[in-house]
Structures are given as C-alpha cells and as structure tokens.
C-alpha cells in the first residue's frame, strides 16, 4: 500500500493491528490473572478446611484436659479433707491420690497451619483472619505450653518426689485413670503429720488451677478463630 502511495491508510492499517494485538495481550494476561486469582482461592479455602479441622480437634483435647484438670483439683482437696479427718486409708483415698497427680498435657495439630506456611501466610486474604490465625498458633498455643512446663517441673521436681515417699502407684484397668496409690497403715499415719505434703498438696492444686485458667482462655480464642472461619468460609 505504501508503494501504491496510500500512506495513511497503511498508517491506519498498522495502528489497528498493533492495537489488536496490544488487546490480545491484555485480554490473555487479565485471564492469566483471573486463573492464579482462581487457583490461589482454591489453595486458601482447602488450607482454611485444613486448619478449621485441627482446631476442631484441638478443642474437644484442650477441653478434654480442663475436664480433667476439675477432677484434679477436686480430688486433691479431697485428700486434703480425708487427712484431716480419717485415720486409715480407703480405696476413694488412693483413687484420689492417683488423680491429684495427674498431669494432662496439650498437642496441638498443626497439620493445616504447616500447610499455610508452606504456601504462605499471604494467601489468607482476609487481615483480621490473617493476624488471627497467627496471633493463635505464634502466641496463644506457645503462652499455654509455657505455662504446661512449668507445671512438668514443678511436678517433677517437686511433687512427686513427695509423693513416692508414702505412695506406689500400681496398673489397674479398674478407673479412668488406669492405675491407683498404694499406702500403708503404718505410713498413712505418718502421712496425716506430715505438714510438708499438704504444702506439696497445695502446690500442685493451685498450678493445676493456674493451668487450667489458661486452657480455658486458649480453648475461648480456639472457638473463636473456628468461627471466624466459617464466617470466612460461608457455606463452603
């Protein structure tokens, strides 16, 4: 056309083409977008799923372990009361005994926030979502956990070398608990003057109940980012 001295309507000719092709691009890259977009919601909704579903099972443990962390505490006053006013020891007495030692332990699943790390904590589109989800797994589950092991040396360094100067602790399939102290009549008595065993006693009730104010609160923040979730979520 140019040989033909018809430069302007080649001019037009090749403005249109380039402009085509300058739509062709934008239209594959806004597709190109429209389809990362597309695959990173699928990634953050399966992740979403992934953690929703340990939280779930971490709720019904932690609360699991405060129920646990009641019959602790109950059952170590009770053997408090029963040193003060019985003289011979009874199967309630060492059933209790048993309990008041127990030590439950929280742990977590982290299958579905490993999962996010490894994709990125970015993909969580949401930003009260985002900070909630790591304020629970960098903060609130490490914050519980110090508070469970400083109640394992405390019990370990502590407790229950005071308890197995009186008690044996034997298997039985009998309670809940699957095992029972075992006392003398002769150290029973000496057990009932023994001022030191019931601060020992009383050491390992209030950290019990120290932990288990701190379950209860990490369980309120567990239920919390499940329905923060599900909001998330909506029906999916």
Do not use: C
Request: zero cysteines; charged letters at 25%.
């Amino acid at each position: 056309m140019a040989d033909d001295n018809k430069p302007m309507k080649y001019a037009r000719y090749a403005i249109g083409e380039i402009v085509l092709v300058v739509i062709g691009i934008l239209i594959a890259l806004q597709i190109n977008t429209w389809n990362e977009e597309r695959k990173t919601k699928i990634i953050e909704i399966k992740t979403l799923k992934e953690i929703r579903a340990n939280l779930k099972l971490d709720l019904v443990e932690i609360n699991s372990d405060i129920a646990i962390m009641d019959s602790i505490s109950n059952d170590g006053e009770a053997v408090i009361d029963y040193l003060k006013t019985r003289n011979e020891p009874s199967t309630s007495f060492k059933y209790d005994v048993q309990v008041s030692r127990v030590n439950p332990h929280f742990d977590p699943n982290r299958g579905g926030y490993s999962l996010l790390n490894s994709k990125g904590i970015d993909i969580i589109s949401n930003d009260s979502l985002r900070g909630s989800i790591s304020k629970l797994y960098e903060s609130s589950y490490p914050y519980y956990a110090k508070y469970e092991n400083e109640r394992i040396l405390k019990l370990n360094m502590i407790i229950l070398p005071k308890y197995v100067d009186y008690f044996s602790f034997q298997m039985t399939g009998k309670n809940f608990f699957k095992s029972i102290a075992e006392i003398s009549q002769k150290d029973f008595l000496e057990l009932k003057n023994d001022a030191s065993f019931m601060h020992v006693l009383n050491l390992a009730i209030n950290e019990n109940k120290m932990v288990q104010d701190r379950a209860q609160r990490t369980a309120g923040y567990i239920n919390d980012l499940i329905n923060q979730i599900d909001e998330e979520l909506g029906d999916d």
